[in-house]
């Protein structure tokens, strides 16, 4: 195409880029405004106390690391459920105003990483939110792995530690939500 086709063009789709370009510009403003700014991510380590004594044999604490793994995955399915979020949110002594269960959910995100690891994450609005936030995690894991230790009929009982969190600045998703809005 040579330069007075793509004039035609343009000026025949004008109206066309500056609605896209106003949409764009809206949806940037919009994602930075509401958006929460830093992205936070905290390691919890399970660790099993105590093991049961066998005088017949020994497995080089095999079952402890089966049951540390198992016990990993109990951990990370606590942040799929919506009761995980409204008690971090109370222990943090911060206000969540959620609009479905599903928000609830989705708040703090957990994986399994190995079978003593489990990674938290979770957006925040500022570095000191994340780090209350953060600690406001470890103690309700902390809590309900305290309540499963006392209601266990076999002693042997389960200890979560978690990490310093890490807190990075996250300016990505506006330009992502320009993008959209552009196109």
Do not use: C
Not at 28 to 57: C, P
Not at 146 to 154: A, E, M
């Amino acid at each position: 195409m040579d330069n007075k086709k793509i004039k035609i063009k343009f000026r025949e789709y004008k109206e066309v880029l500056i609605f896209a370009l106003g949409v764009a510009l809206v949806a940037g403003i919009f994602t930075w405004q509401k958006q929460e700014k830093y992205e936070a991510s905290l390691s919890l380590t399970v660790s099993r106390h105590g093991t049961q004594s066998a005088q017949d044999y020994k497995y080089d604490n095999y079952y402890a690391v089966k049951a540390t793994d198992e016990f990993g995955n109990t951990v990370a399915g606590w942040f799929k459920t919506p009761e995980m979020t409204q008690t971090i949110f109370k222990k943090s002594g911060f206000q969540f105003n959620s609009q479905s269960l599903d928000s609830l959910k989705k708040r703090f995100q957990a994986a399994k990483i190995s079978p003593n690891l489990v990674e938290v994450r979770f957006p925040a609005k500022d570095e000191l939110t994340a780090k209350i936030l953060a600690e406001a995690v470890v103690d309700a894991v902390s809590e309900k792995v305290s309540l499963l230790n006392t209601v266990s009929s076999q002693g042997i009982s389960f200890a979560v530690m978690g990490s310093e969190p890490v807190v990075v600045e996250n300016n990505l998703a506006v330009w992502w939500n320009v993008l959209a809005g552009f196109l």
